[in-house]
């Protein structure tokens, strides 16, 4: 800490620090016994294959989890470690930012805290996807745009151009940053003379050159992923009723005193002027440029809460702006001061009664709620009985018609059993497929058990039986029940369905 600090402004650096740590080790307790989703083994998946892309997104995240388990091994740790903790240069980034945009140290510690109190923070760096380091990457990105700005030096913007490459390598939202800068660049008129600067041009550079891998790896495969991902945009079928969804599902993950907070400062800074212009727009159009475009997407299908995870750090910025630097007056006053004195213990409340609801379903009576089925609480224990009857019907691979059911039986079932999904090979490519003595005369299945899945399996296979039946549970709450079956006689010899993907086929 510099000499001319403050007593008080020691203690408060100091209590920040505190306050993250603990956070991020209250994340790490609940990411050793919490089971993995389905997506996040799905990404461990990728982690064991490395490449410069996938089906689905970039590759940063298999990179995270892979740094990961190098550390703790392939356990669910192990899987969430790295994410969990970039919680803590995320939060340098974000409090370096708000200290530069609109001064003051009390006002860049808010937002540290308010950051990470949220649903958004916590549980999306504790749930490895490729948001979570597509969040810690958009921090650093305003980070350094703010550094822009201070500084007036070009050199950052190649720091900047490494911070989209990254969040490029995270996730395709990250190409709305390139838009949200040329929009900040002009309408700011002392920073329209960076698009005459080599800077400016040498940042774009850098961050093409980091996101080349996964150009590459498109080019390699038909370009499916950006197919995939980018054909996202374009409306086909007018349905404005999810547009509904937007605030309620940003409320829980912000929480709502966080959200208030937040709502309260992006309105101060466009009606009440709090804070330098500059400062302003570069908050404004990190936010508003993605969130329009969630907006547009909404009007045709359904936008899930984690997608707004990069303009968190911009948020929380404005969310410490409405905590420290807005006069506000009467019901708004008392309004502010109730969010900022409640805002982070309402925000650990709510994120410890998630882990303990989505690990036992306690707080709902045991009843169905949204993480019922995308979290592997009682994998562990089918696993075992799924690789009982493997060894006892004899069948050298375990087959599975989804990619959640394959990722969790690769996860849990025993190092190097043969584990594949029997459709969606796309998914796959990057793996070695399973061949000769693995597809040996018998494979075992493991389906939900859906009326209609046996006539999907005579499509495919000359000879099924039923061998078992489990049931996947969460306290007395039976979430699914799995059918086993024992496959022989493939058609055609092959028992994958290599139907090429839907996106290449329009």
């Keep these: 800490m510099p000499p001319t600090m403050s007593s008080g402004e020691k203690r408060l650096i100091a209590n920040t620090i505190l306050t993250v740590v603990a956070l991020v080790v209250l994340r790490l307790v609940a990411a050793a016994f919490t089971p993995l989703t389905f997506d996040e083994a799905y990404y461990w998946t990728w982690s064991k294959h490395l490449a410069g892309g996938y089906y689905d997104h970039p590759p940063m995240v ?8 190098m550390i703790a091994g392939d356990t669910e740790l192990g899987v969430r470690l790295v994410s969990i903790l970039l919680a803590l240069p995320m939060s340098f980034a974000v409090y370096r930012t708000t200290e530069i945009l609109f001064g003051g140290m009390r006002t860049a510690a808010s937002a540290v805290v ?5 649903l958004m923070a916590a549980v999306g760096t ?5 948001d979570a380091p597509l969040l810690v990457a958009s921090s650093f990105v305003l980070f350094f745009l703010a550094k822009v700005l201070e500084s007036g030096r070009g050199e950052w913007w190649l720091a900047v151009g490494a911070a989209v490459g990254c969040a490029l390598l995270s996730k395709y939202t990250a190409m709305f940053f390139g838009l949200a800068i040329v929009i900040w660049l002009i309408a700011v008129p002392k920073l329209r003379r960076w698009f005459l600067s080599p800077w400016l041009y040498g940042g774009g550079l850098v961050a093409l050159a980091l996101f080349a891998p996964v150009i590459l790896w498109n080019a390699d495969h038909q370009w499916v992923s950006f197919i995939k991902q ?10 404005p009723a999810f547009i509904a969804e937007l605030v309620p599902t940003q409320v829980g993950f912000a929480t709502p005193l966080v959200f208030i907070l937040g709502a309260m400062g992006l309105h101060a800074m466009a009606w009440r002027q709090s804070g330098a212009y500059a400062a302003r727009m570069l908050v404004n159009t990190m936010f508003w440029t993605i969130v329009a475009y969630f907006v547009w997407h909404s009007l045709h299908a359904r936008v899930e809460a984690n997608w707004f995870a990069p303009v968190y750090p911009a948020f929380a910025v404005a969310a410490a702006v409405a905590a420290n630097l807005t006069p506000w007056e009467g019901a708004r006053k008392k309004l502010a001061e109730f969010c900022v004195r409640w805002a982070a213990p309402s925000g650990i409340l709510l994120f410890a009664a998630l882990i303990v609801q989505a690990n036992t379903g306690l707080l709902s009576g045991y009843r169905r709620d949204a993480t019922v089925r995308s979290v592997g609480v009682g994998w562990r224990e089918i696993a075992r009985e799924i690789e009982a009857t493997r060894a006892r019907v004899g069948a050298s691979c375990v ?11 690769a996860f849990y079932l025993p190092p190097d059993t043969c584990v594949a999904q029997q459709s969606q090979r796309i998914r796959w490519v990057n793996t070695r497929e399973p061949a000769g003595a693995w597809l040996g005369s018998k494979l075992l ?3 939900d058990a859906v009326p209609d899945g046996r006539l999907y399996l005579k499509d495919h296979f000359g000879r099924f039986e039923k061998v078992g039946e489990i049931k996947r549970k969460r306290g007395p709450l039976v979430i699914e029940t799995y059918l086993l079956e024992l496959l022989e006689q493939p058609k055609g010899g092959d028992p994958f369905d290599r139907s090429p993907p839907p996106e290449l086929l329009r």
């Design 62 to 69: 298999a990179f995270v989890i892979r740094a990961g388990t």
């Design 114 to 118: 308010l950051l990470n109190v949220t």
């Design 126 to 130: 504790l749930i490895v996807t490729p």
């Design 230 to 239: 980018l054909g996202r945009a374009r409306i086909e079928d007018f349905r």
């Design 399 to 409: 087959l599975a018609p989804d990619y959640g059911t394959t990722s969790w039986l």
């Design 445 to 447: 299945f493991v389906d």
